[in-house]
T-cell receptor, first 109, second 110 residues
């Protein structure tokens, strides 16, 4: 069964303290791995799509990487406005998207 | 501006009273979905549509209906809502590379 597991469930960091969020997956025929940011009560906002192991993408303080079994979302020198829930999802060979339960990130000023 | 719109944003209703949540996208996407999001359970797909007049069940379709008569619209219908359908609902549309979500509809069924 295809599944996505994100860790940790929650993470509190001081402003400027860099860290990484993990997304482990098992999927039948990966056709893309996605990262989203979600603020409370709002719709997920698309961040990145990664397609193959070794691929990396960056946006401001965020960098996403992909291996054959997991993806990392690295956050460099985070600011309080980076506080949000970060969701990981994969698309399988049947074109179905499976979401993880997310990591709640809180950046303390 | 590329966007997915949903209405209403908030809805409080009573058990058994039929309701419809509308969804519209302006990106000419063929694929549209409805999700519900509940604490501890994450996003779960209710129904999806790969094109006009083509719809299929997702992971939690019981108690819901959808229709896709036009490419841009994908309404979610609750024929007889029950309290266990109290949730935050999201419509989404996608192409091969990206999926865009609507702002959400918070539904409370009493």
């Amino acid at each position: 069964e295809d599944q996505v597991t994100q860790s940790p469930e929650a993470l509190r960091l001081q402003e400027g303290e860099s860290s990484s969020l993990n997304c482990s997956y098992t999927v039948s025929g990966l056709r893309g791995l996605f990262w989203y940011r979600q603020d409370p009560g709002k719709g997920p906002e698309f961040l990145f799509t990664l397609y193959s192991a070794g691929e990396e993408k960056e946006k401001e303080r965020l960098k996403a990487t992909l291996t054959k079994k997991e993806s990392f979302l690295h956050i460099t020198a985070p600011k309080p406005e980076d506080s949000a829930t970060y969701l990981c999802a994969v698309r399988n060979r049947d074109d179905k998207i499976i979401f993880g339960k997310g990591t709640r990130l809180h950046i303390l000023p | 501006e590329a966007q997915v719109t949903q209405n209403p944003r908030y809805l409080i209703t009573v058990t058994g009273k039929k309701l419809t949540v509308t969804c519209s996208q302006n990106m000419n996407h063929e694929y549209m979905s409805w999700y519900r999001q509940d604490p501890g359970l994450g996003l779960r797909q209710i129904y999806y549509s790969m094109n006009v007049e083509v719809t299929d069940k997702g992971d939690v379709p019981e108690g819901y209906k959808v229709s896709r008569k036009e490419k841009r619209n994908f309404p979610l219908i609750l024929e007889s809502p029950s309290p266990n359908q109290t949730s935050l609902y999201f419509c989404a549309s996608r192409d091969f590379h990206e999926q865009y979500f609507g702002p959400g509809t918070r539904l409370t069924v009493t």
